[in-house]
T-cell receptor
Framework: GQQVMQIPQYQHVQEGEDFTTYCNSS?????IQWYKQRPGGHPVFLIQ?????EVKKQKRLTFQFGEAKKNSSLHITATQTTDVGTYFC??????????????FGKGTKLSVKP | GAGVSQSPSNKVTEKGKDVELRCDPI?????LYWYRQSLGQGLEFLIY????????KSGLPSDRFSAERTGGSVSTLTIQRTQQEDSAVYLC??????????????????FGPGTRLTVL
């Protein structure tokens, strides 16, 4: 069945270092979304990418959608302790009619050492 | 409302008891989702409601789990005869059925704060 995979599962960085998480889908996606879940919190929407090769930036965060629309990445420049959390990617799930649902990756848990 | 709300925020129950978890979606959102998240784990999809369509129950782990959505708004997730492995945070999310383009798509999901269920 359709799968969305994220690597790495965990990443520990020193504050100020860069961080990247990668998302790969087994199928072509019409769009991809990224969410962040702080420790003890709930997932919060960050961004949606729709176009092939699209790149979007939010301050120190850079999001990319692959040319084939099957992979995506999130890059954080100069991490801060406020970046701590789990980052999930998600794409539309198509299972013979259940449109509107998302399939989530398992997430990358980022910890930042001050 | 301003966001998705869930109640209770915490629930402690004894093994074998039934529990009901409630979700109030964002007003106007016709899509509603339930997920389960065990400690340190990812999101496990449980069930999805979209308007008046039959719900997608493909993620329910057993027949002890059921959910309903009354009047196209509030949803209740019921777990019967709870087991210790049911202990987790149960998250509800809602979304609009149409993306910014106006076409039916998997739109942004807005999550509630979750209900932490502990089964003793």
């Amino acid at each position: 069945g359709q799968q969305v995979m994220q690597i790495p599962q965990y990443q520990h960085v020193q504050e100020g270092e860069d961080f990247t998480t990668y998302c790969n889908s087994s199928t072509t996606l019409s769009n991809i979304q990224w969410y962040k879940q702080r420790p003890g919190g709930h997932p919060v929407f960050l961004i949606q990418l729709v176009k092939s090769g699209e790149v979007k930036k939010q301050k120190r965060l850079t999001f990319q959608f692959g040319e084939a629309k099957k992979n995506s990445s999130l890059h954080i420049t100069a991490t801060q302790t406020t970046d701590v959390g789990t980052y999930f990617c998600a794409g539309p799930l198509w299972n013979g009619g259940s449109q509107g649902n998302l399939i989530f990756g398992k997430g990358t848990k980022l910890s930042v050492k001050p | 409302g301003a966001g998705v709300s869930q109640s209770p925020s915490n629930k402690v129950t004894e093994k074998g008891k039934d529990v009901e978890l409630r979700c109030d979606p964002i007003s106007g959102h016709t899509a509603l989702y339930w997920y389960r998240q065990s400690l340190g784990q990812g999101l496990e999809f449980l069930i999805y409601f979209q308007g008046n369509s039959a719900p997608d129950k493909s993620g329910l782990p057993s027949d002890r789990f059921s959910a309903e959505r009354t009047g196209g708004s509030v949803s209740t997730l019921t777990i019967q005869r709870t087991q210790q492995e049911d202990s987790a945070v149960y998250l509800c999310a809602s979304s609009s059925p149409y993306g910014a383009s106006g076409f039916r798509t998997a739109d942004t999901q807005y999550f509630g704060p979750g209900t932490r269920l502990t089964v003793l």
